[in-house]
């Protein structure tokens, strides 16, 4: 009976009750968002060692209709629990297909890729690699302007299936990058056998680069690294142009962050290459 009640007052517990109620009903509110188009994408340029846009990562963006703008950081999570993420990762990647036709048409846009990050719950989805054609074919999107973002954790799973399944789509034409670089739990050897085209190196590593000699000593480790596995190194994070002048002199070949742009619309994106010299 003691403990019975012990954990009944567990059960009760007030402030346990209230962090289960807000995440089933954020989780009812992703649900219910995803149905009435709450969820949308915005872009964030890719630049070269010239500040000209190659593409964009597409971000994905939800507007609560009473709690206004919610971060990734939250719902990210929340979807791969729950598995809305499939649902939410569809979205996304067909956003940004279609997004690659509407570019295919202005001249000025044509070069672009876009970059989608597929988490790894998606990826390992029996599905998965049927789903991404059956989207490039509906939508007539060029699959080599397409580069799918996986991250580190995809490694903890079948390696030989992982690998498997990114050949399918490289065989289509579709490029991959490997997201958050440095922050996970890859080893050298699995780096060289994925068939990968790009690394990106995480802001966490990008941000104290002047001051921190660590953070110094492992940017310049992966960019040696991505060389010498012929791999392009996209550095994430980029604020400043002192911050770019430390990528660059050490071959980083592709640059992203607040220095560049923000994540914004796909007009606020086209508005920033029409305004490049
Ligand atoms: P990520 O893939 O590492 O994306 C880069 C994050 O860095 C974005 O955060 C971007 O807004 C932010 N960022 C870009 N430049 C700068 C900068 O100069 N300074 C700083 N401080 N931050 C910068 P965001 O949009 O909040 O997304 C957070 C994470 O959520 C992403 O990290 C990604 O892991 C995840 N995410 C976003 N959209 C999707 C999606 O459609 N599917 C999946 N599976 N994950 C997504
Ligand atoms: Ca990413
Ligand atoms: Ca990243
Ligand atoms: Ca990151």
């Not at 219910?32 to 188009?37: H, M």
């Not at 104290?208 to 991505?226: E, F, M, Q, S």
């Not at 002199?249 to 994540?263: M, N, T, V, W």
Request: glycine share 8%; charged share 20%; hydrophobic share 45%.
């Amino acid at each position: 009976a003691k403990a019975a009640g012990r954990n009944t007052q567990r059960l009760f517990d007030p402030s346990m009750q209230a962090a289960l109620l807000a995440r089933s009903s954020l989780e009812a509110d992703l649900r219910l968002g995803l149905e009435r188009g709450e969820l949308f994408v915005q872009y964030q340029p890719v630049v070269n060692h010239r500040g000209q846009i190659l593409g964009a990562e597409a971000l994905a963006r939800w507007r609560h209709p009473e709690r206004g703008m919610i971060s990734p950081a939250d719902f990210i999570p929340l979807a791969e629990q729950t598995g809305l993420i499939l649902p939410l990762g569809r979205h996304v990647l067909r956003t940004a297909c279609l997004q690659l036709v509407e570019w295919a048409d202005d001249p000025q846009a044509a070069h672009l890729s876009v970059a989608v990050n597929v988490s790894a719950r998606q990826f390992r989805q029996p599905g998965f690699v049927a789903e991404v054609l059956e989207i490039l074919a509906e939508t007539g999107a060029n699959p080599r302007r397409l580069k799918v973002e996986l991250t580190e954790s995809m490694l903890l799973g079948d390696l030989e299936c992982t690998i498997d399944r990114m050949e399918q789509l490289q065989h289509e034409g579709v490029g991959f990058a490997l997201d958050d670089f440095g922050t996970g739990y890859s080893s050298l050897s699995y780096l060289k056998r994925l068939p990968l085209d790009q690394v990106k190196i995480d802001q966490s590593f990008v941000r104290d680069v002047l001051t921190d000699p660590n953070d110094a000593a492992i940017v310049r480790t992966i960019l040696a690294l991505a060389q010498s596995l012929d791999l392009v190194a996209v550095a994430e994070g980029v604020e400043t142009t002192g911050q770019m002048g430390f990528l660059r002199l050490h071959g980083c070949e592709q640059f992203q962050g607040y220095l560049f742009g923000r994540p914004g619309s796909a007009q606020a994106l086209q508005a920033l290459l029409h305004a490049q010299p």
